[in-house]
DNA sequence: ATGCCTTGTCGCACAAGA
């Protein structure tokens, strides 16, 4: 061990070009080594790279128009790029992006994820979060077989537990919490992921999620549903994690807040 | 609660989010 550490943090952003202020003051405070951003609501071409770039960051992109769309935020350059989740070229949305980074010790894989929200659950958009799940899970097991750190950072729209929120019995009836979203959600651990926040604070609320609506934030209304999943190799490495609360109660904020871990690097 | 906010779209309201 060389003595340093890897931050890795995740963060639904919301929408880059009314965040660029906002997400601007987070990297310059928290500095972390590699951002994973979620709906970043832009096309590639519109992402506005020179504000991060200005603060020393390399910026990759999978986009779309309007909705969706992920990026990687990196001090040093990627390699072996990934754009989108295998298993379904018929998917237009942008929701998956890869990349590998050297460290100071080995390389680390990191990827984007923004996970369908599945509402409502008797539309055609909960089969699809089912199957995106599914490929997810496919995906994970062969990126396992490179026995390498690999770290699964999104936002996954599943609230794991009932200890994920704060009032569950409002999620019932919602994708986020249903058997089957739950359900993927644990055979994707049981393949050998580390869920780190919870690793590290098993009894902590740990919401990462407060709606904009009906004073949720000020309630404390939240949810868990942003997660860092790590590989045996990664787990390995955790050294802490921890979320921005704080962020939440910022000017322009986003209704997420960013997750991080720091690795042995 | 179909509501409550917030963002993006080429809008003069709407879809989508969670």
């Not at 405070?29 to 970043?40: G, L, N, T, V, Y």
């Not at 860092?228 to 609360?245: E, F, I, Y």
């Amino acid at each position: 061990m060389s003595g340093h550490t890897l931050r890795i943090a995740t963060w639904n952003i919301n929408g880059v070009k009314a965040r660029i202020d906002t997400v601007s003051a987070w990297l310059r405070e928290a500095s972390p080594d590699i951002a994973c951003f979620q709906e970043i609501k832009s096309v590639d071409e519109a992402f506005p790279g020179d504000a991060f770039e200005a603060l020393g960051y390399n910026v990759t992109t999978h986009g779309q128009k309007g909705f969706n769309g992920v990026a990687l935020i990196s001090k040093k350059p990627p390699e072996d790029v990934r754009r989108g989740l295998p298993g379904d070229d018929s998917d237009e949305q942008a929701r998956y992006l890869e990349a590998v980074f050297s460290t100071g010790d080995g390389v680390v894989r990191v990827a984007s994820i923004y996970l369908p929200n599945g509402n409502p659950v008797e539309s055609e958009k909960f089969p699809y979060k089912l199957a995106w799940l599914d490929r997810l899970y496919g995906h994970a097991r062969s990126l396992l077989a490179f026995e390498e750190p690999l770290v699964l950072a999104g936002d996954y729209n599943v609230i794991p537990t009932p200890a994920d929120a704060r009032f569950p019995e409002n999620w019932t009836g919602d994708a986020l919490f249903q058997p089957q979203s739950r359900g993927a959600w644990r055979r994707l651990s049981a393949l050998g992921f580390t869920d780190a926040s919870r690793a590290v604070a098993p009894r902590d609320e740990l919401f990462t999620f407060w709606d904009y609506q009906a004073g949720a934030w000020q309630k404390n209304n939240g949810i868990r549903i942003d997660h860092m999943m790590l590989s045996p190799q990664a787990a390995d490495r955790l050294v802490c994690a921890g979320t921005d609360k704080h962020v939440r109660g910022w000017e322009k904020p986003s209704d997420h807040i960013p997750v991080w871990i720091e690795l042995a690097a």
